[in-house]
């Protein structure tokens, strides 16, 4: 969604940086929202607008075609907890560049399986970029680790841990029962 949240600033900010480097690159940023016309004006403002594609609200069969087409997945967050782009992004191997907010740190780690830069700072946040885009070993490191990474939350491996805590919560339910009727 684009809304201010999600700092999409940051990231145009940082892609313009990128964008001078790399005449090519080009910024995909999915999703609707009351931010949209102020984006829109940041990117011209920048001097990025015929480099940035805002697709809109897109629907989920799409998705694995968006991300095989990335380089990089950027969130530039402000707050979060489990933002489900960095676990698509993981999944189809592409590197993430993302903000050390919330639950991130939690579910990739720096330098590992992504690099974390700080919220609200674009130059932090293109200096990774560009690193990802000169260093195509540590991309790969990080895209390997992060589709390695994510297969805990693969539904297998989620399903016998949630079935795993019905089981400990009944079980506990009946002997309290038990005691209770008793």
Request: charged share 20%; proline share 7%; net charge negative.
């Amino acid at each position: 969604n684009l809304e201010p949240i999600y700092d999409i600033d940051t990231a145009i900010r940082a892609f313009a940086v990128v964008a001078a480097a790399h005449p090519d690159a080009r910024l995909t940023v999915a999703g609707s929202g009351p931010s949209l016309p102020h984006l829109a004006k940041l990117t011209a403002d920048m001097g990025v607008a015929d480099r940035v594609c805002f697709t809109g609200r897109l629907d989920n069969a799409v998705l694995p075609d968006l991300y095989r087409s990335a380089t990089v997945l950027v969130n530039s967050s402000l707050v979060d907890n489990m933002p489900i782009s960095l676990l698509e992004a993981m999944a189809s191997g592409v590197p993430i560049v993302s903000t050390n907010v919330g639950g991130i740190p939690y579910l990739v780690e720096d330098g590992k399986t992504a690099l974390l830069v700080p919220p609200g700072d674009p130059a932090a946040m293109a200096a990774a970029i560009l690193r990802l885009t000169r260093d195509l070993r540590l991309a790969e490191e990080l895209a390997r680790a992060g589709l390695e990474a994510v297969q805990q939350y693969a539904w297998p491996n989620v399903r016998s841990k949630l079935f795993d805590v019905y089981a400990r919560v009944t079980d506990r339910e009946s002997r309290s029962s038990a005691r209770s009727a008793s």
